[in-house]
Each structure stands twice: as C-alpha cells, then as structure tokens.
C-alpha cells in the first residue's frame, strides 16, 4: 500500500495541494452534557483565512437554537495538513485538531486538494435546561383564641 501511494504520489497531480476555498463550521449543541442537536454551514474563505469578522457573525447568527440561548464552550479548528500520506497511513495517528481559547482569525494551512473537504470548524455550545420543579405549600389553618 506504501508503494502505491507513493507511485501516486509522484507520478499524477492527485495528491497536489492547494489553498482552503471554503470550510464547514459545524454547530455542536448541547444541553446537560447531551448532543441535542447540530447544524453544519458553508463558508468561503478569504487567502485561506476565516476571518474574526466573518467568525463573530456566524456565533452570534447561530448562538440561538430553539428558542434557547446559547453559550460558547469550545471551538475547534480542523485542517489536514499532513505531507507524506504513505508515512501518515503506516505509522502513525496524527492530531489536527487545533482548539482555541478566543474569537481570533483562524488560518488554514495549505491541504492536498483531495481533503479540503474535510477543513473543517467545530463550535460547541451549551446550554443547562433549568430543572422545573412543582413546589406545594400546605395551607396551615389558624386559630385565633378568644
């Protein structure tokens, strides 16, 4: 297998790598520490950079869901940046998940064309359904002495 993804490799343009056009930003939502629901969107990027700009309006446009408001708890870049796929698929497993703490610009390094589908960000939002409980208070009947 190592042979012919190397032949590939040099001998065809397959594996030619190329600037991130576009990424999907996946919207993770969560309510007590349970996947509830997900929406996945298309944004295109410019010189292969999601701006902070282009980051805040797409939070802020999806951080309501179902009536219910939402809070940001992670979010994660991924970008396949691996070179040499014939070492990547025999050797080892590599992490390309990037997490980051702040709304900043996040760039996307060159990919190979094949898997730029693949770029991808992550945001998870939370939310803590409140627990509703039904309080009766027993009336207590006085009497007043006379």
Do not use: C, W
Not at 38 to 64: G, M, P, R, Y
């Amino acid at each position: 297998m190592k042979e012919n993804i190397e032949h590939l490799q040099k001998k065809t343009r397959l594996f030619q790598r190329g600037p991130v056009l576009d990424i999907h930003i996946i919207f993770l939502y969560v309510i007590n520490q349970k996947l509830e629901n997900f929406k996945k969107i298309d944004v295109k990027l410019s010189a292969s950079t999601l701006t902070k700009n282009a980051l805040l309006a797409e939070l802020l446009q999806h951080k309501k869901e179902d009536g219910r408001l939402f809070h940001i708890t992670g979010i994660y870049k991924y970008n396949f940046t691996e070179t040499n796929l014939s070492d990547f698929i025999e050797e080892r497993l590599t992490n390309h998940f990037v997490s980051f703490q702040k709304v900043d610009p996040i760039v996307y390094e060159d990919t190979i064309e094949l898997f730029q589908d693949y770029s991808s960000l992550f945001v998870v939002l939370q939310n803590e359904k409140s627990i509703k409980t039904k309080r009766t208070q027993e009336k207590k009947n006085k009497t007043i002495k006379l």
